[in-house]
């Protein structure tokens, strides 16, 4: 190596750090403006009608940086920046979290994935939703699985996304392997009752349960819990050995009645007394997902809450949308589990849910491909339940609950906030100040017809059992801590929402 060579180095060397730091620098404007459909981070978005805390305004929200860091009324208000969003009438509102959502990545990415998922939960007005552990495989039981599905979410989810573990018999009895399993930022854990239809997901019993909240004590972190038991009488189940007509939603709903909601109900509540102040299991929190039956579970679930136990409970808008009178032969996109009830029954749960018995609302968004739940055969004992609606599930509640006198503040109370609560993010879920800007923007007044020709994101959209629906309540613009991912029917560039890890920092 002559002279010139070695003095050459030092400049090379200055050249390629100026080049790397050009090239970090150019990559970060590049982000940033596919993140978010607006050019800039620091604006105001104005309205005539924003939901706050404390009560409904008319002025504007500033936000800068991701986050919400003033909020004004008209009469504060000059309007003089030049970065302002005007919505006018349409309502401003905090972005709805959804709590209970399959999105079956990875390893069933056929049957949704991150990112069709998350398109269609921004089109939805859904800024944070929660991902459950089973439907994707494998099944998100340790830490070893947790971490396939994070990396899944890697540069694929277009809203916050949040993981639940699983809780089952495998790893319940084994506190390590549990708490290898929340440090590594599950949010909490998620188990069933009955079988779950995965066969990595088997049923726990209330002796499992009871294990996983004493480490879920330590945590302060909840158990949802599917409260479903078969019963051992019962075991042709979801069979013909009855000679039902398979395509008749009769002969599958007898198959899974109310008392099999009542009897896991009963016996969750055997340990969620545990939960109580001065229990063995005190800053658990047991959740009860989908109820369906509003009578005798629905009882057992207030009288716990009566006595001290710490518990929740949540239904789902197809419960509240449907009755089991209207659902027509052979029409499987209306079967899950537990099942959509009568008439009567979603009478009781609006009125629950009006007086603050039941907590909260969650789509649980099942969906699955069009072959696994038969349409053309249409028998309801074997197609795949499950509801696929996690796109319309803000319409969905609005539309049908005119008849009950749902308010704006109810809808962020049932959306925002308390699953916010649930889920351990405390900023998320109101527009407060120091919150994250996660924003919707929708016209409850304007009606759509949900058919062929609306944009749907789902990526199998024919199993949805909302085609077809008449809805009121469109959504305009939907902000992600700051960034507008979506905007009739457009999308940003890039997929970049954050991964919520428990105990963490968002990635």
């Known amino acids: 190596m002559d002279l010139l060579q070695w003095n050459l180095f030092p400049l ?115 800024t944070t939703l929660i991902d459950m552990p089973l439907n994707n ?102 069979t013909e050995d009855d000679g039902g007509d398979p395509r008749s939603y009769s002969t599958y709903l007898k198959t899974r009645p109310p008392s099999m909601e009542e009897a896991a109900i009963r016996e969750l509540l055997t340990v969620t007394k545990d939960t109580s102040i001065g229990g063995p299991a005190e800053g658990a929190h047991l959740h009860v997902v989908h109820l369906s039956d509003a009578g005798s579970s629905l009882d057992l679930i207030k009288e716990a809450k009566r006595r001290g136990d710490s518990i929740t409970v949540e239904t789902c808008p197809h419960y509240l949308a449907f009755s089991a009178e209207e659902i027509p032969d052979g029409d499987t996109r209306f079967k899950c589990a537990p099942p959509i009830r009568d008439a009567a029954n979603k009478e009781k749960l609006w009125n629950a849910l009006m007086e603050g018995h039941i907590d909260m609302l969650s789509s649980d968004h099942s969906p699955t491909v069009a072959e696994l739940k038969l349409l053309n055969d249409g028998n309801f004992l074997k197609a795949w339940g499950g509801i696929s609606s996690i796109q319309f599930v803000l319409p969905v509640t609005w539309s049908y609950g005119q008849k009950f006198g749902i308010t704006l503040e109810q809808l962020v109370s049932w959306w925002s906030e308390r699953p916010a609560k649930l889920a351990g993010q405390h900023s998320k879920g109101s527009i407060t100040i120091g919150n994250h800007a996660d924003i919707v923007v929708w016209e409850p007044e304007v009606e759509f017809d949900l058919n062929e020709d609306h944009p749907m994101f789902v990526k199998n959209p024919s199993i949805s059992a909302y085609v077809g629906r008449r809805l009121s309540g469109n959504v305009l613009a939907t902000f992600v801590r700051g960034n507008l991912v979506y905007k009739e029917g457009n999308h940003a560039v890039a997929a970049c929402g954050s991964k919520i890890l428990a105990g963490t920092s968002f990635l």
Not at 59 to 71: N, Q, T
Not at 74 to 94: C, E, F, I, T
Not at 143 to 169: N, R
Not at 188 to 200: A, R, V, Y
Request: proline share 5%.
């Open 12 to 126: 090379l060397a200055l050249l390629a750090s100026f080049l790397f730091l050009f090239y970090i620098q150019d990559s970060s404007k590049l982000s940033r403006s596919d993140c978010s459909l607006l050019p800039h981070s620091h604006y105001w978005i104005a309205s005539k009608r924003i939901v706050t805390p404390q009560g409904i305004i008319s002025g504007a929200v500033e936000v800068k940086g991701g986050d919400i860091v003033s909020i004004v009324k008209d009469k504060d208000w000059n309007g003089k920046s030049k970065q302002v969003l005007d919505y006018g009438n349409a309502v401003v509102m905090p972005g709805l979290i959804d709590v209970h959502a399959h999105l079956d990545d990875p390893g069933r990415a056929e049957w949704e994935g991150f990112p069709s998922g998350t398109k269609a939960a921004a089109a939805g007005g859904i």
């Open 137 to 238: 495989f494998p099944s998100t039981v340790s830490a070893e699985t947790l971490k396939l599905k994070i990396e899944a979410a890697e540069k694929s989810i277009y809203v916050d996304v949040g993981f639940w573990g699983g809780l089952v018999p495998e790893n319940a009895f084994n506190a390590t392997a549990l708490e290898a399993l929340l440090d590594a930022g599950a949010l909490g854990l998620k188990s069933f009752m009955c079988p779950s239809g995965i066969n990595d997901f088997p049923m726990t019993d209330a002796t499992h349960i009871k294990a996983g909240l004493s480490v879920l004590a330590k945590y302060r972190r909840p158990l949802l819990v599917h409260s479903e038991i078969q019963p051992a009488v019962e075991s042709h189940l979801e």
